[in-house]
């Protein structure tokens, strides 16, 4: 049992290429989500996913695109990467249960833009 | 606005201290309040999630509290370990919605 996966784990990207980051989850949750943590800031939601099928925005979404094909992969897209984007991003996965829900975190992709 | 406040930013202990870590926030409607253990280079793992109804919550050395009234949490932690050593973050959820992070609290354990 993996838990949440994310590639890669390091990135350097020149400004205005693009990437895709991958998040992986084997526990059959419904709810995903990308966050980037920056330092001396909390974590941001850049956008987040309900299901298979659907996505929504959070805080931060601008200079980011996402899908979710299919209900274990959620994917991260810069189009064109800009310095602002330098940061770590972590991807989550939750359930709900009888608490509420808790979210299961990735190991991080820290994304340098130069 | 909804927020979440967390102090100290950073602390230093000696191992084998006690210490508190506090969390108050102005989130409303108020859901639950989870505290995530960070540690450098890794995701944040969950230690304790609490709702309303909830004062108090352990989890081993971890013990969590809950003033709904006063909105206002903390997270205790006994007989410090090097390993205690990481980023305790509290998290509240906003109603059916939102979930809103705190900054921090950086914690150092010290031989």
């Known amino acids: 049992n993996a838990g949440v996966t994310q590639t890669p784990k390091f990135r350097v990207l020149k400004t205005g290429q693009s990437m895709t980051l991958l998040c992986a989850q084997d526990?059959?949750?419904?709810?995903m989500y990308w966050y980037r943590q920056d330092p001396g800031m909390g974590l941001r939601l850049i956008h987040y996913?309900?299901?298979?099928?659907?996505?929504a925005k959070g805080e931060v979404p601008d200079g980011y695109n996402v899908s979710r094909l299919k209900k274990q992969n959620f994917l991260l897209g810069l189009e064109s990467a800009a310095p602002s984007q330098t940061s770590v991003y972590f991807c989550?996965?939750?359930?709900?249960?009888?608490?509420?829900?808790?979210?299961?975190f990735g190991a991080g992709t820290r994304l340098s833009v130069l | 606005k909804n927020q979440v406040e967390q102090s100290p930013q950073s602390l230093i202990i000696l191992e084998g201290k006690n210490c508190t870590l506090q969390?108050?926030?102005?989130?409303?409607?108020?859901?639950?309040l989870r505290w995530y253990k960070q540690d450098t280079g890794r995701g944040p793992v969950s230690l304790t999630i609490m709702t309303f109804s909830e004062n108090t919550k352990s989890n081993g050395r971890y013990t969590a509290t809950l003033d709904a009234d006063t909105k206002q949490s903390s997270l205790h932690i006994t007989a410090s370990q090097l390993s205690d050593s990481a980023s305790y973050i509290c998290v509240v959820r906003k109603g059916d919605d939102k979930i809103i992070f705190g900054k921090g609290t950086r914690l150092h354990i010290l031989p």
């Open positions: 526990m059959n949750h419904e709810y």
């Open positions: 969390c108050n926030y102005t989130v409303s409607p108020f859901s639950n």
């Open positions: 996913s309900v299901g298979e099928g659907t996505t």
């Open positions: 989550a996965s939750s359930y709900l249960d009888r608490q509420g829900d808790i979210q299961y």
